[in-house]
Each structure stands twice: as structure tokens, then as C-alpha cells.
């Protein structure tokens, strides 16, 4: 008989759902677990559980009580909403490593002129996760020669000549 039966799937269930979903743990009862814009969306809205000004050019770093664990393989990173980010609020770091298993918080940053004020339930940034290549660097003495080789900054197909300092 190919497969596993019944009886040994359920057994072994637990360890598959832990294995293979992202899990989140609300550390406080004012915490609200991620959310989805749809069902194709990338990221995990994740929402501010109290109400904390950031003063213009400044960085807060934002409790949102909540645990975040992904299977081996993927890491997670707090990225940038939209919304947010047309204010000047910015999240200002953002990775979660694999092996990370305690309280997410949310650096975010205001590049504004003006002070802002985070509320209570305001989705703040977004949870990405993503596959990763976990591989060493190796030295070597030198890299082969490419067409964009040292002498432009940006992918973007502006090519700006870099001035060393």
C-alpha cells in the first residue's frame, strides 16, 4: 500500500501543519492577528495596539504583541504599507529570521515634517514571507566581468557615474 494510513496522518498531523504554515501567537489580548487585503495579497496586515506619537524625523519602535514562527526554509521581513508610507512613516527594519521565535516589534521611521500619531488598530506595516538561499559567501580573488560591471548605481537603467570618496 503506497502512502501512510489514517491512524499515523493523524498522529503526524500536528507536526506537518507546524512544518509547513506560518504560525502567529498573540502575546496580548489587545493584539490582532494578521490579516489579508485578498486572497492573492503578499503581505499580512499588521496593526498598532496603542496609540503612540512619532515626532518628525524621528524612529519609534512599535509593540505589536504578537510571535511569529515559518517553516525551515522561508524567512519573514516587516515590510512598508502603502498608506502609511504616503505620510512619511516608513518601517525602518524588518528582517525575522527562521530561527526567531519571540516578540515581532515594528521600527518604523517619520521622514516627515510633521508629527504623526499611530492609533490603535492602524495597520502599520505588512508581514512578507519569502523564500530564501541560505548559502555561504565563499572568497575569491576576483568575479567575472559584466556589461554593468562597478560603474552605475541603481538596476533601474539610470546609469550614474559613482565618484570615490
Same mark, same amino acid.
Given at each position: 500500500?503506497?502512502?501512510?494510513?489514517?491512524?499515523?496522518?493523524?498522529?503526524?498531523?500536528?507536526?506537518?501543519?507546524?512544518?509547513?504554515?506560518?504560525?502567529?501567537?498573540? !502575546?496580548?489580548?489587545?493584539? +490582532?492577528?494578521?490579516?489579508?487585503?485578498? +486572497?492573492?495579497?503578499?503581505?499580512?496586515? !499588521?496593526?498598532?495596539?496603542?496609540?503612540?506619537?512619532?515626532?518628525?524625523? $524621528?524612529?519609534?519602535?512599535?509593540?505589536?504583541? !504578537?510571535?511569529?514562527?515559518?517553516?525551515?526554509? %522561508?524567512?519573514? +521581513?516587516?515590510? %512598508?504599507?502603502?498608506?502609511?508610507?504616503?505620510?512619511?512613516?516608513?518601517?525602518?527594519?524588518?528582517?525575522?529570521?527562521?530561527?526567531? $521565535?519571540?516578540?515581532?516589534?515594528?521600527?518604523?521611521?517619520?521622514?516627515?515634517?510633521?508629527?504623526?500619531?499611530?492609533?490603535?488598530?492602524?495597520?502599520?506595516?505588512?508581514?512578507?514571507?519569502?523564500?530564501?538561499?541560505?548559502?555561504?559567501?565563499?572568497?575569491?580573488?576576483? !568575479?567575472?566581468?559584466?556589461?554593468?560591471?562597478?560603474?552605475?548605481?541603481?538596476?533601474?537603467?539610470?546609469?550614474?557615474?559613482?565618484?570615490?570618496?
Amino acid at each position: 500500500m503506497w502512502g501512510i494510513d489514517s491512524e499515523q496522518l493523524q498522529q503526524e498531523l500536528p507536526q506537518l501543519e507546524k512544518e509547513m504554515g506560518i504560525r502567529i501567537q498573540r !502575546l496580548d489580548k489587545k493584539a +490582532r492577528i494578521t490579516t489579508k487585503g485578498s +486572497r492573492l495579497a503578499v503581505g499580512h496586515d !499588521l496593526y498598532c495596539i496603542e496609540d503612540i506619537p512619532i515626532p518628525a524625523n $524621528s524612529q519609534v519602535l512599535v509593540k505589536i504583541s !504578537l510571535a511569529v514562527a515559518v517553516p525551515e526554509g %522561508p524567512y519573514s +521581513r516587516i515590510a %512598508p504599507l502603502s498608506g502609511i508610507a504616503t505620510k512619511g512613516i516608513t518601517v525602518d527594519a524588518g528582517v525575522i529570521d527562521a530561527d526567531y $521565535s519571540g516578540e515581532v516589534k515594528v521600527l518604523l521611521g517619520n521622514h516627515g515634517k510633521l508629527d504623526y500619531e499611530v492609533k490603535i488598530g492602524e495597520r502599520i506595516a505588512q508581514l512578507v514571507v519569502e523564500t530564501i538561499d541560505n548559502q555561504d559567501g565563499m572568497k575569491v580573488d576576483g !568575479l567575472d566581468e559584466t556589461e554593468r560591471a562597478g560603474k552605475c548605481f541603481s538596476s533601474t537603467g539610470i546609469w550614474l557615474e559613482l565618484k570615490e570618496t
